[in-house]
């Protein structure tokens, strides 16, 4: 028996291979179907199924795509509903791979046709569970992404809550667990950084775990302090219901170089989109262009603030980044792109085409550029990341819904833009920028910075268990 994780950090996702005899199986891929058909070339296996854990929202699965070239069985829990052919399988069902067996255990709570799988080894010993979206590491599923008017998200906790204690907790304490996200996914509220765990670590450990909880106060706990789902969840959740095109035909039409004409002719109805690192697009990008650095979450930005997945988008990257900028889009669904800039930002400078820049202010300077009464220091950071502490009188309008707020902003106030460290911020001013506010100013070093240089006051929250 062979398990590998394979993990993929823009998108804080982990799928899983598992092998024995010959005959291999897949967990949760996202969408490029290369690393799992590669990996089993190399190791001399056919992939026989493909497990998906639920309909995931934060990715495009490559479930379809992988199926397709490997005739693989995809496998959903029970009530799964697809436009593809795909087997639905009962509570407790098995599926033998090689000399193993993986069997499913329906743990809806997340979304209603959440499972996890259970994999029993070659002397049918438990070995470890895959838990999707329904257990992380320190924390579990948001159960608030798949409410219909018949059932509320208090109805999927209240479900959550009875998988946990039915499926996952009476199982071995020595089981490995392989979770679906670690940090930095929006699937869930405080994931640990860990990848794999035990199920005796998170009994003893995890929140949602605790024997002494009752589903009510489990229901209000799991439910407290959720943001919002970023707009795209529910698009990328439809196209693994439903089906999508192909990424091979999708990285054919869109891994295009564009020459000066061609990408100006596509400017006139397409999103200029650089993928450049922030501190490169503050010194010069091309007007109108919205920056987000392929060096951060790139994928779990592009979906937050570009509402339309069917956008037509031309690119503007690092030489030899252009092909994985591409796939990146493609993992949250954003397949209209419509190829890059050749040359890059030297292409254009040197055809005499004017930049734009974003002023950049050290937060030593922070003080004496804010003190008049028309300018705003405009803080993007995550509203919990602001209550815990940030600079007195900032307005707090997180980058995740910054579109909505456009109209909040005065145009003539000069605004003076901040986030943790420099990322969100250029993001926010690009937008800003894009939207006619010329009077922006980014703080370098973000809130890091402003903390230990600016000498402004800071609000900080204390906790009331310490007054």
Known sequence: MYVEQLYTKCLAEAAYYIESDGEAAIIDPVRETSPYTELATSRGAKIKYIFETHFHADFV??????????????????????????????????????????????????????????????NGKNHAIFTGDTLFLGDVGRPDLAIKSDVTEKDLAGMLFDS?????????????????????????????????????DQKANNYALRTDMTKEEFVKEVLTGIAPPPQYFPKNAMLNKTGYKSIDDIMTNSVKGLNLNEFTLNMEDALILDARTHTEFIKGFIPSSISIGINGSFAVWVGALITD????????????????????????????????????????????????????????????????????????????????????????????????????????????????????SIIAASILKKQGYSNVVDVAGGFQSISTDANLPITKFVCPSTL
């Open 309 to 424: 997945l069917h956008q037509k988008i031309i690119l503007l990257a690092d030489e030899g980044k252009e092909e994985e900028t591409i796939l990146r889009l493609a993992r949250v669904g954003y397949d209209n792109c419509h190829g890059y800039l050749e040359g890059g930002i030297a292409t254009w400078q040197n055809a005499g085409n004017a930049v734009d820049t974003i002023e950049t202010i050290p937060a030593t300077e922070l003080k004496s550029r804010s003190e008049n009464e028309k300018t705003q220091i405009v803080d993007v950071r995550k509203p919990s990341e602001y209550d815990a502490e940030h600079v007195e009188g900032a307005l707090n309008y997180p980058l995740d819904y910054i579109n909505n707020h456009l109209s909040d902003l005065d145009k003539e106030t000069e605004k003076f833009i901040h986030c943790k460290s420099g990322y969100r």
């Open 61 to 122: 699965s490559g479930h379809v795509d992988l199926a397709n070239k490997t005739n693989a069985t995809i496998v959903y829990g029970p009530t799964a509903n697809t436009s593809y052919k795909a087997h639905i399988g009962e509570d407790n069902e098995t599926f033998k791979i090689g000399s193993v067996t993986v069997k499913l255990l329906h743990t809806p709570g997340h979304t209603p046709e959440s499972s996890t799988f259970l994999l029993i080894d070659e």
């Open 164 to 200: 946990l204690r039915n499926k996952i907790m009476p199982l071995e304490n020595e089981l490995t667990v392989y979770p679906g996200h670690g940090a930095g996914s929006a699937c869930g509220k405080n994931m640990s950084s860990e990848t794999v765990g035990t199920l005796g």
